[in-house]
């Protein structure tokens, strides 16, 4: 008898698989029941669990330096994988602490670690993506889970729209099969079985990132420090396209080599809250931050208006926004508390300099206020857009606009430095680029080639 049929008997033997009638969660009443509960009181069982999911992981070629178990039944199982590939493992509380860290996931990592979640049972998958939410939270990358048992009910679409890759021991399909075959159940048991789980598919509506506590969130200007030596990029692609989907795809390829993507959210002709949340998932997996390039200018209280209502809600999304200070430091204040309503961390760029022709914020006296401006609320304020290095403090990211490698400017005022001039001549810490790479041939491969060059020069200058 093979390995994965004895797994199954077994698992039957010790009454891990009910058929009947029974009442789900969902009140749906279903013909089958699966308590995998059971195998923490059969320490053979659970270390065969253990076994046969280390040899998917080992097929599978996952990379990862964590591992989270989902409570609770995972969670001795994890523990074994754990000991077994002496990696450290990580956990997912069901609810944030009310005191003390008031953490919501256990144990040691690194911003930016790989860390793969193990599931007993998929139904929907929504377990997994919760875990995979709040680890992606902290910084973490998640791309796959390992279940024992995945119940054919739409899970692995619903985890593949999240991009998150299903691998399983197990599938309903084939727990069934083998029952049959050994006699434990009637052809006609298992046609039922079958046909409540086909009728029963669950695709899940697209879920909001929620995290339970902001304090968990890491700050954003440590996370964005992070993910630029990490990915060894200081590039912000500019992807002023007016189609959303076509960002969301664009991204896809590009996401790997840039450590920010800025948008105009209100130059898009198909914004939506769920595709933007599809963005910012993909800016998750990528690791790379979303700016609005909203430009606030107006009194405080409009500004936290604009910025956390309307069709939009920019706050829900945006890591950042750039902000003018023309109106005097009100508008900082206001998004300031505004993103404290917000379970994540948030932050702004003041707009200091700008590219274009005859700008009027580029005069001394303007500049000193914007400083004076991030001084004051230096917690909110992670950096400038700017022409020019305005402080010597590193605590700032100074981010440069209009560079291109080979056109000057544009017929409307645009004027271009190359990303030489910009990071070396102006002191730029982030090049900004937009259609040097949108109007490429290739952009994929002249966002690569924008990567190398502007990180290049930056190592070299700054030597990090
Ligand atoms: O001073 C500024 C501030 C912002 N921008 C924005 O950056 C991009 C530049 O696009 P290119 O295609 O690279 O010219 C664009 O979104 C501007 O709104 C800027 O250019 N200058």
Known sequence: MGAIDQLILQLFDIEAFKFGSFKLKSGIQSPIYIDLRVII??????????NHMNNILQNSNVSFNEICGVPYTALPIASIICVDYKRP????????????????????????????IIEDIVTTGSSVIETAESLWAEGLQVTDAIVLIDRE??????????????????????????????????????????????GNQMQLPTLKIEIEDKNISIPIRQRFQTIIKEKKSNLCLSADLTSLDEIIELSNLIGKNIC?????????????????QELKDVSRRLNFLLLEDRKFAD??????????????QIAEWADLVTVHVLPGEGIVQALEQAAQTINESRGCLLIAQMSSK???????????????????????????????????????????????????????????VTPRQAIDGRGADIVIVGRAILDSINRVK???????????????????
Do not use: W
Not at 41 to 50: G, K, Q
Not at 89 to 116: H, Q, S, V, W
Not at 446 to 464: G, P
């Open 41 to 50: 009181s059969y320490p053979d069982i659970l270390r065969s669990v253990a």
């Open 89 to 116: 493992m990580l956990l997912r509380r069901k609810e944030a602490k009310n005191y003390g860290t008031k953490k919501i996931i256990e144990g040691k990592f690194r911003p930016n670690d790989r860390c793969i």
């Open 153 to 198: 009910q739409h899970g692995e679409k619903n985890l593949q729209e999240k991009n998150i890759r299903l691998h399983r021991v197990l599938k309903i399909s084939e727990v069934l099969d083998c029952l049959v075959r050994h006699g434990k159940i009637t052809e006609e048991v298992s046609k039922n079985v079958s046909e409540f789980i086909h």
């Open 260 to 276: 920010m993507l800025k948008i105009h959210c209100d130059i898009l002709t198909d914004f939506s809250m769920d595709k933007i």
């Open 299 to 312: 009194i405080g209280n409009t500004v936290a208006l604009q910025y956390t209502k309307g069709l939009f």
């Open 358 to 416: 005859g700008a009027l914020t580029n005069n001394e006296d303007y500049v000193n206020g914007v400083i004076k401006c991030a001084e004051k609320y230096s917690d909110f304020v992670i950096g400038f857009i700017s022409q020019s290095r305005l402080t010597t403090s590193d605590k700032y990211l100074h981010c440069t606009p209009g560079v291109h490698l080979t056109n000057t400017g544009d017929q409307l005022g645009q004027q271009y």
């Open 446 to 464: 002249t966002a690569e080639a924008y990567q190398q060059e502007c990180y290049q020069v930056y190592e070299e200058l700054r030597k990090i």
